[in-house]
């Protein structure tokens, strides 16, 4: 079965760092696009990163120069660096992935995704 599995969460300080890993069991990533989604108690679900096949990645504006995604030599795990961390980034961050490939820029919108991680919480509090 294939599965994709979010680590990294955990509790920081605003103005703290965490790396969230999205790991992906019995497949490799080269061929999908995966995007970080998070969700906060009472809000809508909503798309924060992703990157496409082809290495192009995209940004919701509220963590543009704050996080990066990249993904590992092996396409076996995509990482979403996340640095000065504010309370507002407090949520359930799931990965996903589409099987599609993307030319000019990967959606951040949760529809094209497929194949979904169970979440890690990330919570940012002094």
């Known amino acids: 079965q294939l599965q994709l599995v979010e680590s990294g969460g955990g509790l920081v300080q605003p103005g703290g760092s965490l790396r969230l890993s999205c790991a992906a069991s019995?497949?490799?990533?080269?061929?999908?696009?995966i995007g970080w989604f998070r969700q906060a108690p009472g809000k809508e679900r909503e798309g924060v990163s992703c990157i496409s096949d082809r290495g192009i990645t995209n940004y919701v504006d509220s963590v543009k120069g704050r996080f990066t995604i990249s993904g590992d030599n092996a396409k076996t795990t995509v990482y979403l660096q996340m640095n000065s961390l504010k309370p507002e980034d407090s949520a359930v961050y799931y990965c996903a992935a589409a099987w599609r490939s993307y030319r000019v820029s990967c959606p951040l919108t949760a529809g094209p995704y497929t194949l979904w991680g169970q979440g890690t919480q990330v919570t940012v509090s002094s």
């Open positions: 019995r497949f490799t990533l080269d061929a999908y696009t």
